[in-house]
């Protein structure tokens, strides 16, 4: 009896990781500044390690942040050394993790399922 019991017992906790719910937390900052922006996301994922470039038109948004959770709200999931660029015509404007926290802590979020969004919607960010 002592044999199956330690048989069966790694697989219940195996079982039990395996079942954990994954939430997908995503950051976006919506485009309020009337030109295309152009962004560089420095340490915005725990999913992949790589800088990441992309443009925003005007009244569209981008991914800034995104993090696979087991239950952490995305607030505790922004590293200290996140880094985001945002270029325009007329400049550039540079969030980094504190300020992005501070801009998140007035944002509502929307859940849908696994799927959790924050969307900075702020002429504030233009450069």
């Known amino acids: 009896m002592t044999r199956l019991t330690g048989l069966i017992l790694p697989f219940v ?3 039990g990781c395996a079942a954990q719910q994954v939430y ?9 500044c009337g030109q295309r922006l152009a962004m560089r996301v420095s340490n915005g994922s725990n999913m992949y390690s790589q800088d ?9 948004r981008a991914m800034v942040a995104s993090f696979a959770s087991y239950g ?12 985001l660029k945002i270029n ?17 802590s007035g944002v509502q979020k929307v859940s ?3 799927q959790r ?8 960010v233009c450069p």
Not at 90 to 99: N, Q
């Open 13 to 15: 906790s195996l079982y």
């Open 24 to 32: 997908n937390n995503h950051v976006y900052v919506e485009n309020r």
């Open 52 to 60: 990441r470039h992309m443009t925003a038109e005007p009244d569209s």
């Open 72 to 83: 952490e709200d995305v607030m505790e999931q922004i590293p200290h050394n996140y880094l």
């Open 88 to 104: 325009d015509a007329a400049g550039t404007r540079i969030i980094r993790a504190l300020e992005l926290k501070r801009r998140l």
């Open 112 to 114: 849908q399922g696994t």
């Open 117 to 124: 969004e924050w969307t900075i919607s702020e002429a504030s």
